[in-house]
């Protein structure tokens, strides 16, 4: 049974940064990534940006390309997303998920096939 723990979340002003944290717990032997998604209440949620825990390689939505850092701890199996210069519409809920691979189109990456979620942390962005 696979467990996911996000932490980190908080209020931050514009232009400011946070880091959030995923912690995995247990094997998902058919799941390669973890990504990271944004929920704005009354929205779906989007894929804001994925990593390959095969051989680290990371895919970033276009909205938070240059802005966010998406990397990974292997020995704590803890996934993390810096979070720099934010915007107000960066605010949302914030949710990792086992994903069985990144795919990225046009602007956006979307999952393909989800194992687990966490429980999110909320993350927003006002003055």
């Known amino acids: 049974q696979v467990q996911l723990v996000e932490s980190g979340g908080g209020l931050v002003q514009p232009g400011g940064s946070l880091t959030l944290s995923c912690a995995q717990s247990?094997?998902?032997?058919?799941?390669?990534?973890i990504g990271w998604f944004r929920q704005v209440a009354g929205h779906e949620r989007v894929g804001i940006s994925c990593?390959?825990?095969?051989?680290?390689?990371?895919y970033y939505s276009d909205s938070v390309k240059g802005r966010f850092t998406i990397s990974r701890d292997h020995a704590k199996n803890t996934v993390y997303l810096q979070m720099n210069n934010l915007k107000p519409e960066d605010t949302g809920e914030y949710y990792c998920?086992?994903?069985?691979?990144?795919?990225?189109?046009?602007?956006?990456?979307?999952?393909?096939?989800?194992?687990?979620w966490g429980q999110g942390t909320q993350v927003t962005v006002s003055s």
């Open positions: 998920a086992t994903d069985r691979g990144c795919y990225k189109s046009g602007s956006w990456y979307y999952p393909t096939q989800i194992g687990s």
């Open positions: 247990g094997i998902s032997p058919n799941h390669f990534a």
């Open positions: 990593i390959n825990t095969r051989d680290d390689r990371t």
